[in-house]
Protein backbone atom coordinates (compact mmCIF):
# COMPACT_ATOMS: atom_id res chain seq x y z
CA UNK A 1 0.00 0.00 0.00
CA UNK A 2 1.01 3.70 -0.55
CA UNK A 3 0.02 6.69 0.77
CA UNK A 4 0.63 10.45 -1.08
CA UNK A 5 -0.58 13.13 0.59
CA UNK A 6 -2.49 16.40 -1.62
CA UNK A 7 -4.23 19.86 -0.83
CA UNK A 8 -6.85 19.51 0.68
CA UNK A 9 -9.85 20.58 -2.03
CA UNK A 10 -7.94 18.81 -5.14
CA UNK A 11 -5.83 15.79 -5.01
CA UNK A 12 -3.54 14.47 -7.25
CA UNK A 13 -3.25 10.76 -7.93
CA UNK A 14 -0.92 8.28 -10.16
CA UNK A 15 -1.98 4.91 -11.90
CA UNK A 16 -4.45 4.04 -8.72
CA UNK A 17 -5.77 0.23 -9.36
CA UNK A 18 -9.91 1.51 -7.83
CA UNK A 19 -10.09 3.49 -10.68
CA UNK A 20 -13.96 4.09 -10.08
CA UNK A 21 -13.29 4.64 -6.41
CA UNK A 22 -15.50 7.59 -6.23
CA UNK A 23 -18.82 5.28 -7.06
CA UNK A 24 -18.94 4.06 -3.48
CA UNK A 25 -19.69 6.29 -0.42
CA UNK A 26 -16.10 8.27 0.93
CA UNK A 27 -15.98 8.85 4.21
CA UNK A 28 -15.39 12.39 5.95
CA UNK A 29 -12.91 11.32 7.77
CA UNK A 30 -8.95 11.11 6.47
CA UNK A 31 -9.62 11.25 2.94
CA UNK A 32 -11.04 14.61 3.40
CA UNK A 33 -7.46 16.01 4.56
CA UNK A 34 -6.06 14.79 1.67
CA UNK A 35 -4.66 11.56 2.05
CA UNK A 36 -5.05 9.27 -1.35
CA UNK A 37 -4.00 5.88 -0.67
CA UNK A 38 -3.54 3.63 -3.85
CA UNK A 39 -3.81 -0.08 -3.69
CA UNK A 40 -1.35 -2.15 -6.21
CA UNK A 41 -3.02 -5.39 -7.81
CA UNK A 42 -0.58 -8.31 -9.09
CA UNK A 43 -2.15 -7.83 -12.26
CA UNK A 44 -0.70 -4.54 -13.66
CA UNK A 45 -3.14 -5.41 -16.79
CA UNK A 46 -6.02 -5.35 -14.48
CA UNK A 47 -8.95 -2.93 -16.08
CA UNK A 48 -10.94 -1.27 -13.56
CA UNK A 49 -14.47 -0.77 -14.43
CA UNK A 50 -17.96 -1.19 -11.36
CA UNK A 51 -16.75 -1.13 -7.45
CA UNK A 52 -19.17 -2.39 -4.79
CA UNK A 53 -18.53 -2.28 -1.22
CA UNK A 54 -20.22 -5.42 0.49
CA UNK A 55 -21.98 -6.14 4.49
CA UNK A 56 -18.54 -6.91 5.60
CA UNK A 57 -16.47 -4.04 4.35
CA UNK A 58 -15.10 -5.87 1.22
CA UNK A 59 -14.38 -4.23 -1.80
CA UNK A 60 -14.94 -5.97 -4.99
CA UNK A 61 -14.28 -5.00 -8.47
CA UNK A 62 -15.55 -6.05 -11.75
CA UNK A 63 -12.87 -6.78 -14.35
CA UNK A 64 -14.71 -6.72 -18.06
CA UNK A 65 -11.62 -7.10 -19.98
CA UNK A 66 -10.14 -9.86 -17.94
CA UNK A 67 -13.59 -11.82 -17.27
CA UNK A 68 -13.00 -11.62 -13.28
CA UNK A 69 -14.07 -10.41 -10.12
CA UNK A 70 -11.92 -9.15 -7.71
CA UNK A 71 -12.06 -8.71 -3.62
CA UNK A 72 -9.90 -6.82 -1.81
CA UNK A 73 -10.07 -7.89 2.08
CA UNK A 74 -11.47 -4.79 4.68
CA UNK A 75 -8.58 -5.82 7.02
CA UNK A 76 -5.34 -6.48 5.25
CA UNK A 77 -6.37 -5.36 1.90
CA UNK A 78 -5.17 -8.88 0.62
CA UNK A 79 -6.57 -9.24 -3.41
CA UNK A 80 -8.25 -12.49 -4.27
CA UNK A 81 -9.28 -13.07 -8.08
CA UNK A 82 -12.31 -14.66 -9.06
CA UNK A 83 -12.22 -16.00 -13.14
CA UNK A 84 -15.42 -15.37 -14.57
CA UNK A 85 -16.60 -17.79 -17.82
CA UNK A 86 -14.22 -16.68 -21.17
CA UNK A 87 -15.91 -14.00 -23.10
CA UNK A 88 -18.56 -12.70 -20.88
CA UNK A 89 -17.05 -8.80 -19.81
CA UNK A 90 -18.67 -9.06 -16.45
CA UNK A 91 -19.66 -5.16 -15.60
CA UNK A 92 -22.24 -4.06 -13.46
CA UNK A 93 -21.77 -4.68 -9.72
CA UNK A 94 -24.20 -4.14 -6.68
CA UNK A 95 -25.42 -5.48 -3.66
CA UNK A 96 -29.30 -6.15 -3.02
CA UNK A 97 -30.58 -5.39 0.43
CA UNK A 98 -30.12 -8.77 1.92
CA UNK A 99 -26.13 -8.52 0.80
CA UNK A 100 -26.77 -10.45 -2.22
CA UNK A 101 -24.04 -10.07 -4.87
CA UNK A 102 -25.58 -8.87 -8.67
CA UNK A 103 -23.56 -8.68 -11.85
CA UNK A 104 -24.07 -8.17 -15.38
CA UNK A 105 -22.19 -10.45 -18.08
CA UNK A 106 -22.24 -7.67 -20.72
CA UNK A 107 -20.68 -9.71 -23.90
CA UNK A 108 -23.28 -12.97 -23.05
CA UNK A 109 -26.50 -10.51 -21.97
CA UNK A 110 -26.62 -12.20 -18.90
CA UNK A 111 -27.43 -11.47 -15.33
CA UNK A 112 -25.79 -13.15 -12.74
CA UNK A 113 -25.64 -14.26 -9.15
CA UNK A 114 -22.24 -14.59 -7.33
CA UNK A 115 -21.76 -15.97 -4.10
CA UNK A 116 -19.44 -14.90 -1.23
CA UNK A 117 -16.82 -17.20 -2.45
CA UNK A 118 -16.75 -16.05 -5.65
CA UNK A 119 -18.80 -18.37 -7.52
CA UNK A 120 -21.34 -18.40 -10.10
CA UNK A 121 -24.79 -19.31 -7.95
CA UNK A 122 -26.80 -18.25 -11.12
CA UNK A 123 -26.90 -17.54 -14.67
CA UNK A 124 -30.01 -15.66 -16.11
CA UNK A 125 -30.41 -15.23 -19.64
CA UNK A 126 -31.61 -11.48 -20.86
CA UNK A 127 -34.64 -12.76 -24.20
CA UNK A 128 -33.04 -9.84 -26.14
CA UNK A 129 -29.79 -11.02 -28.10
CA UNK A 130 -27.36 -7.89 -28.00
CA UNK A 131 -28.65 -6.01 -25.23
CA UNK A 132 -25.57 -5.45 -23.29
CA UNK A 133 -26.45 -5.31 -19.74
CA UNK A 134 -24.29 -2.41 -18.51
CA UNK A 135 -25.07 -0.80 -15.55
CA UNK A 136 -26.84 -2.51 -13.08
CA UNK A 137 -29.39 -0.65 -9.84
CA UNK A 138 -31.36 -2.31 -7.46
CA UNK A 139 -34.70 -1.19 -6.37
CA UNK A 140 -36.44 -0.63 -3.36
CA UNK A 141 -38.07 -4.18 -3.77
CA UNK A 142 -34.89 -5.43 -5.02
CA UNK A 143 -35.82 -6.09 -8.22
CA UNK A 144 -32.71 -5.76 -10.55
CA UNK A 145 -32.99 -3.19 -13.06
CA UNK A 146 -29.94 -2.81 -15.89
CA UNK A 147 -28.89 -0.71 -18.80
CA UNK A 148 -28.64 -2.30 -21.97
CA UNK A 149 -25.77 -0.30 -23.09
CA UNK A 150 -25.65 -1.96 -26.73
CA UNK A 151 -29.53 -2.60 -27.09
CA UNK A 152 -30.72 0.58 -26.26
CA UNK A 153 -32.78 -0.48 -24.00
CA UNK A 154 -33.87 -1.02 -19.88
CA UNK A 155 -34.64 -3.50 -18.60
CA UNK A 156 -35.75 -5.18 -15.21
CA UNK A 157 -35.42 -8.66 -13.81
CA UNK A 158 -37.43 -10.32 -10.83
CA UNK A 159 -35.57 -12.67 -8.69
CA UNK A 160 -38.63 -13.92 -7.03
CA UNK A 161 -40.54 -14.71 -10.56
CA UNK A 162 -37.58 -15.35 -12.82
CA UNK A 163 -39.34 -12.82 -14.98
CA UNK A 164 -37.58 -10.19 -17.33
CA UNK A 165 -39.51 -7.13 -18.76
CA UNK A 166 -37.49 -5.22 -21.58
CA UNK A 167 -38.19 -1.25 -21.99
CA UNK A 168 -36.95 0.11 -25.46
CA UNK A 169 -35.79 3.72 -25.46
CA UNK A 170 -36.76 5.82 -28.39
CA UNK A 171 -33.31 7.50 -28.72
CA UNK A 172 -30.65 5.48 -30.99
CA UNK A 173 -27.97 5.17 -30.23
CA UNK A 174 -29.00 6.23 -26.61
CA UNK A 175 -26.54 4.24 -25.44
CA UNK A 176 -27.68 3.78 -21.54
CA UNK A 177 -24.60 3.59 -18.93
CA UNK A 178 -25.26 3.87 -15.14
CA UNK A 179 -29.31 3.53 -13.21
CA UNK A 180 -29.99 4.06 -9.55
CA UNK A 181 -32.89 4.36 -7.68
CA UNK A 182 -34.30 7.39 -6.23
CA UNK A 183 -35.99 7.76 -3.06
CA UNK A 184 -39.84 7.40 -4.64
CA UNK A 185 -39.32 4.10 -6.26
CA UNK A 186 -38.21 5.23 -9.91
CA UNK A 187 -34.91 3.72 -11.16
CA UNK A 188 -32.47 7.34 -13.04
CA UNK A 189 -29.98 6.47 -15.55
CA UNK A 190 -27.69 8.24 -18.20
CA UNK A 191 -27.79 8.33 -21.90
CA UNK A 192 -24.33 8.60 -23.23
CA UNK A 193 -25.01 9.59 -26.54
CA UNK A 194 -28.38 10.64 -26.09
CA UNK A 195 -26.72 12.94 -23.99
CA UNK A 196 -30.09 13.37 -21.76
CA UNK A 197 -31.34 11.69 -17.83
CA UNK A 198 -34.04 9.23 -17.81
CA UNK A 199 -36.78 7.98 -14.80
CA UNK A 200 -38.19 5.03 -15.44
CA UNK A 201 -40.90 4.33 -12.55
CA UNK A 202 -41.86 0.95 -11.78
CA UNK A 203 -44.53 0.49 -14.49
CA UNK A 204 -42.24 1.25 -16.87
CA UNK A 205 -43.22 5.24 -17.73
CA UNK A 206 -40.35 7.23 -19.40
CA UNK A 207 -39.64 10.30 -18.73
CA UNK A 208 -36.64 12.02 -20.02
CA UNK A 209 -34.17 15.71 -19.18
CA UNK A 210 -32.44 17.09 -21.70
CA UNK A 211 -29.26 18.52 -20.62
CA UNK A 212 -27.96 22.53 -21.45
CA UNK A 213 -25.08 21.30 -22.98
CA UNK A 214 -24.99 19.45 -26.04
CA UNK A 215 -23.15 15.98 -26.52
CA UNK A 216 -22.42 16.38 -22.67
CA UNK A 217 -22.46 12.80 -22.40
CA UNK A 218 -23.46 12.11 -19.20
CA UNK A 219 -22.05 9.04 -17.20
CA UNK A 220 -22.80 8.87 -13.20
CA UNK A 221 -26.15 9.32 -11.87
CA UNK A 222 -26.55 9.11 -7.70
CA UNK A 223 -28.84 10.45 -5.75
CA UNK A 224 -27.67 13.43 -3.47
CA UNK A 225 -28.27 14.80 0.18
CA UNK A 226 -30.89 17.26 -0.87
CA UNK A 227 -32.73 13.83 -2.22
CA UNK A 228 -32.26 15.15 -5.81
CA UNK A 229 -30.31 13.15 -8.71
CA UNK A 230 -27.07 14.11 -9.36
CA UNK A 231 -24.75 13.14 -12.85
CA UNK A 232 -21.53 13.46 -14.42
CA UNK A 233 -20.85 14.53 -18.01
CA UNK A 234 -17.61 12.90 -19.72
CA UNK A 235 -17.56 15.64 -22.30
CA UNK A 236 -19.52 18.60 -21.26
CA UNK A 237 -16.87 19.10 -18.13
CA UNK A 238 -19.49 19.64 -15.55
CA UNK A 239 -21.55 17.72 -12.83
CA UNK A 240 -25.14 18.64 -12.98
CA UNK A 241 -28.63 17.88 -11.05
CA UNK A 242 -32.13 17.46 -11.69
CA UNK A 243 -34.49 19.63 -8.91
CA UNK A 244 -37.32 18.45 -8.07
CA UNK A 245 -39.16 20.50 -10.15
CA UNK A 246 -37.62 18.87 -13.11
CA UNK A 247 -35.03 21.61 -13.96
CA UNK A 248 -31.51 20.16 -14.99
CA UNK A 249 -28.72 22.74 -13.52
CA UNK A 250 -25.08 22.30 -14.92
CA UNK A 251 -21.42 23.08 -12.80
CA UNK A 252 -18.37 23.23 -14.74
CA UNK A 253 -15.83 22.16 -12.89
CA UNK A 254 -12.74 24.32 -13.56
CA UNK A 255 -10.52 21.55 -14.40
CA UNK A 256 -9.09 22.51 -17.77
CA UNK A 257 -9.84 19.79 -19.99
CA UNK A 258 -11.80 17.71 -17.47
CA UNK A 259 -13.04 14.33 -18.27
CA UNK A 260 -15.74 13.23 -15.29
CA UNK A 261 -16.46 9.30 -14.66
CA UNK A 262 -17.99 8.55 -11.16
CA UNK A 263 -18.77 10.81 -8.07
CA UNK A 264 -20.50 10.19 -4.91
CA UNK A 265 -21.38 12.28 -1.81
CA UNK A 266 -19.81 11.72 1.52
CA UNK A 267 -21.11 11.79 5.24
CA UNK A 268 -20.77 15.64 5.47
CA UNK A 269 -21.90 16.35 2.27
CA UNK A 270 -19.09 16.96 -0.15
CA UNK A 271 -19.37 16.04 -3.43
CA UNK A 272 -15.80 13.91 -4.43
CA UNK A 273 -15.65 13.74 -8.94
CA UNK A 274 -13.20 11.52 -10.14
CA UNK A 275 -11.40 12.49 -13.27
CA UNK A 276 -10.47 10.25 -16.41
CA UNK A 277 -8.85 13.20 -17.61
CA UNK A 278 -6.70 14.57 -15.66
CA UNK A 279 -6.04 11.98 -12.95
CA UNK A 280 -7.36 14.03 -9.97
CA UNK A 281 -10.41 13.61 -7.74
CA UNK A 282 -11.87 16.46 -6.89
CA UNK A 283 -13.46 17.90 -3.85
CA UNK A 284 -16.61 20.21 -3.59
CA UNK A 285 -18.02 22.05 -0.73
Known amino acids: MQQTTGTPTLVRIGVAVLGALLSLSVGAGARAEGMVVEIDLPDKLGS ?12 WVSQMLQH ?17 PPDTGPHGLKFDHDG ?21 LARHRIPSP ?16 WT ?18 IFPLDHVPATPIYIVAD ?18 D ?26 QIWFTEERGNAYGRVTHEGR ?31 DIIQRIA
Do not use: C, Y
Open 48 to 59: THELAAAPDGAI
Open 100 to 120: QLWLTFQFTDEIVEIGPDGGI
Open 248 to 278: VEEFPTGVAGGELASATFDDADNLWIQFNTP
Open 183 to 200: DAGAMWFTELEGSRLGRI
Open 130 to 145: GAGPHGLGIAADDTIW
Open 68 to 84: RLVRISPDDERVKFFDM
Open 148 to 165: GKTGDMIGRFDPQTGATT
Open 202 to 227: AQGALDFFELPTTDARPIAVFPGPDA
